[in-house]
T-cell receptor, first 114, second 115 residues
Framework: GNSVTQMEGPVTLSEEAFLTINCTYTATGYPSLFWYVQYPGEGLQLLLKATKADDKGSNKGFEATYRKETTSFHLEKGSVQVSDSAVYFCALTLFSGGYNKLIFGAGTRLAVHP | DTGVSQDPRHKITKRGQNVTFRCDPISEHNRLYWYRQTLGQGPEFLTYFQNEAQLEKSRLLSDRFSAERPKGSFSTLEIQRTEQGDSAMYLC?????????????FGPGTRLTVL
């Protein structure tokens, strides 16, 4: 079946540290891949997406590259800030039956301290 | 331009009571999704509407759950005879196109606590 696996948290970093959150997927067909972020007390927000192999999504200093050969979509940021503290969800969609439901990983909590 | 809105934001109820949640999608979006998120987990798909038609329901949606989208605008999700296992965050999302490349925009969610 289709699924997403992401690294368990929490991930605790100091400000300005390098961030990697691993995400791998299993899918039949050719999924689109997404990273959503959930800040405390808020809803899910799209962070970035990539729709085909070798595409790189980027936003707010975050990047992720769609790697078909390793079925991965790891999230990276060169220098994290305290304001990046949130839960990050990797997700995929597959167009099937006329619609595209999102399949999420379990989420990775990031805590950045000064 | 307003985003997806949900009401109420929080609901506390006693086991066995019925509850109803409302979702207002982005105005030009004709596709609407409901998801459920339990503590420490990612959201899981519940159901999908294209305009007023409910086209897909997850096995997670037992017969105590019913969703509607009259006139293809707002949607409601009702849970009858609530159980403690129904405690979760209920998320609504909308999109304008069905393609896998399209983005779903989420509301803030309704947090349900069943005592």
């Amino acid at each position: 079946g289709n699924s997403v696996t992401q690294m368990e948290g929490p991930v605790t970093l100091s400000e300005e540290a390098f961030l990697t959150i691993n995400c791998t997927y299993t899918a039949t067909g050719y999924p689109s891949l997404f990273w959503y972020v959930q800040y405390p007390g808020e809803g899910l927000q799209l962070l970035l997406k990539a729709t085909k192999a070798d595409d790189k999504g980027s936003n707010k200093g975050f990047e992720a590259t769609y790697r078909k050969e390793t079925t991965s979509f790891h999230l990276e940021k060169g220098s994290v800030q305290v304001s990046d503290s949130a839960v990050y969800f990797c997700a995929l969609t597959l167009f099937s039956g006329g619609y595209n439901k999102l399949i999420f990983g379990a989420g990775t909590r990031l805590a950045v301290h000064p | 331009d307003t985003g997806v809105s949900q009401d109420p934001r929080h609901k506390i109820t006693k086991r066995g009571q019925n509850v109803t949640f409302r979702c207002d999608p982005i105005s030009e979006h004709n596709r609407l999704y409901w998801y459920r998120q339990t503590l420490g987990q990612g959201p899981e798909f519940l159901t999908y509407f294209q305009n007023e038609a409910q086209l897909e329901k997850s096995r997670l949606l037992s017969d105590r759950f019913s969703a509607e989208r009259p006139k293809g605008s707002f949607s409601t999700l009702e849970i009858q005879r609530t159980e403690q296992g129904d405690s979760a965050m209920y998320l609504c999302a909308s999109s304008s196109r069905p393609f896998s490349t399209d983005t779903q925009y989420f509301g803030p969610g309704t947090r349900l606590t069943v005592l």
